[in-house]
């Protein structure tokens, strides 16, 4: 079946440290990949996609590629700041023409906090 | 605008009660779905809709069941709660295939 695997959290680091939070996944096919933001007390919301490989997206200074030799999209950001403390959701969808329905594989969520 | 909005946000029930939570959205969204949150295991899908009147099993229905007999409003029932449904639930909507869901902010249930 289709899965997504992130890093294991709590990820803790200081303001304009850094960042990479590991994602690969495994699906038959060639699925869609996002990276969800949910901040404290909130529902998730999307922060990029990519849908081919080798596609970057990129939202807030976050990046991430696309690579299907790998099967991973890692997330980057330059340099965090204490507000991009959050959860982090790597996913993936499958299928085009309705046949997914829209149905989303998360990972398990990587925790970050930032300290100033 | 309102997006996904849930209802209630908190809930605590003694085991074998029922309850519904409500979701709403104002987004005129085709596909609607619930989702369950517990630590260390990201979200998992219950039920989802794919428009006014339908339903579909996702990966955990087993002691859920759904309606959509609006197509703005999705409701997920417990018909008799136990411990093991104590989560965090988000409902979300979205158009088919792009990937971007909107979610609401959750209800927190409790079950004693």
């Known amino acids: 079946g289709n899965s997504v695997t992130q890093m294991e959290g709590p990820v803790t680091l200081s303001e304009e440290a850094f960042l990479t939070i590991n994602c690969t996944y495994t699906?038959?096919?060639?699925?869609?990949l996002f990276w969800y933001v949910q901040y404290p007390g909130e529902g998730l919301q999307l922060l990029l996609k990519?849908?081919?490989?080798?596609d970057k997206g990129s939202n807030k200074g976050f990046e991430a590629t696309y690579r299907k030799e790998t099967t991973s999209f890692h997330l980057e950001k330059g340099s965090v700041q204490v507000s991009d403390s959050a959860v982090y959701f790597c996913a993936l969808i499958l299928g085009s023409g309705g046949t997914s329905y829209g149905k989303l594989t998360f990972g398990q969520g990587t925790i970050l906090t930032v300290h100033p | 605008n309102a997006g996904v909005t849930q209802t209630p946000k908190f809930r605590v029930l003694k085991t074998g009660q029922s309850m519904t939570l409500l979701c709403a959205q104002d987004m005129n969204h085709e596909y609607m779905y619930w989702y369950r949150q517990d630590p260390g295991m990201g979200l998992r899908l219950i039920h989802y809709s794919v428009g006014e009147g339908t339903t579909a099993k996702g990966e955990v229905p087993d002691g859920y069941n759904v309606s959509r007999l609006k197509k703005q409003n999705f409701l997920l029932g417990l018909e008799s709660a136990a411990p093991s449904q104590t989560s965090v639930y988000f409902c979300a909507s979205g158009t088919p295939n792009t990937g971007e869901l909107f979610f609401g902010e959750g209800s927190r249930l409790t079950v004693l």
């Open positions: 699906a038959t096919g060639y699925p869609s």
């Open positions: 990519a849908t081919k490989a080798d």
